[in-house]
Nanobody, 127 residues
Framework: QVQLVESGGGLVQTGGSLTLSCARS????????MGWFRQTAGKEREFVAT????????YYADSVKGRFTISRDNAKNTVFLQMNSLKPEDTAVYYC????????????????????WGQGTQVTVSS
């Protein structure tokens, strides 16, 4: 079984920055594409960013492109989401997810593709 634990959320002012971390444990001899999603009350979970297991393929939602950066450290089984120039509309619960893959270059942009999810971390951007 795979466990994902997010950290790094909090309250920040508009224009500020935060870095989220997601630590993965369990089943280490497996390849995973990793992703970040976010959700606000009454809305569906929204794709934010994904990174391949190899780390050389990334894809972002248009709403965060140029402001957010996803990265990973496979030696530490950790994925990061660097968030800059934050806006009030970025306020949400952010979830880390892992998709078990058979090729290291796979990226995944839909929630249905992911096998494991973290518990979420709240990000609040004040105006």
């Amino acid at each position: 079984q795979v466990q994902l634990v997010e950290s790094g959320g909090g309250l920040v002012q508009t224009g500020g920055s935060l870095t989220l971390s997601c630590a993965r444990s369990g089943r280490s001899l497996t390849w995973y594409a990793m992703g970040w999603f976010r959700q606000t009350a009454g809305k569906e979970r929204e794709f934010v960013a994904t990174i391949s297991h190899s780390g050389d393929r990334r894809y972002y939602a248009d709403s965060v492109k140029g402001r957010f950066t996803i990265s990973r450290d496979n030696a530490k089984n950790t994925v990061f989401l660097q968030m800059n120039s934050l806006k009030p509309e970025d306020t949400a619960v952010y979830y880390c997810a892992a998709n078990q893959v058979i090729r290291t270059t796979v990226i995944s942009t839909t929630a249905a593709e992911y096998d494991y999810w973290g518990q979420g971390t709240q990000v609040t951007v004040s105006s």
